[in-house]
């Protein structure tokens, strides 16, 4: 959406929804999108209904850098999905749930901090570079 005075709000548009598979049930806002030259690296939350209650695993998008509205790929798999201990069992069980990230541009790590079951916070890392490829390599043939 968008806002002249951060008081009223209009133009709202719809950017993606559910899919299926982990992300079949619901889908939510992660860190703070990231600027790259080949567009916003958007970090979301999926959720997946299981015989044992939900699941909450993270994806990745990219937007395009000009139109952010416009999702040029999105992850068909999950980046991060419950499977420790500390992820699986807690007070709300099996949530990898991405809160924050944050990019050291000189040496390409990205740190992800993730909540887990809802009682720990956790640190996952990578580098921008091969999130960017994965989302490119995995993502749905729309």
């Known amino acids: 959406m968008h806002s002249k005075d951060l008081v009223y709000w209009g133009k709202h548009r719809f ?3 559910t899919r299926g598979g982990w992300q079949s049930t619901k889908i939510g806002a992660g860190p703070v999108p990231i600027e790259t030259p ?13 015989c044992n209650g939900f699941v909450y695993s993270a994806g990745a998008a990219l937007l395009d850098l000009e139109q952010p509205g416009k999702v ?3 992850t068909k798999r999950y980046i991060l999905a419950p499977t420790e201990l500390y992820e699986c069992v807690g007070d709300t069980p099996n ?15 990205l740190r ?3 909540g ?3 009682t720990c916070v956790c640190l996952a890392t990578t580098t921008l570079t ?3 490829q994965f989302i490119k390599d995995n993502s749905f043939a729309d």
């Open 15 to 17: 950017v993606i929804g």
């Open 38 to 50: 080949e567009g916003w690296v958007m970090i979301y939350h999926g959720v997946l209904t299981s």
């Open 72 to 74: 040029r790929y999105r």
């Open 95 to 109: 949530v990898a749930f991405p809160v924050a990230s944050v990019h050291d541009p000189d040496t390409d790590e």
């Open 112 to 114: 992800v901090y993730y």
């Open 116 to 118: 887990a079951a809802d």
């Open 130 to 132: 091969e999130l960017v």
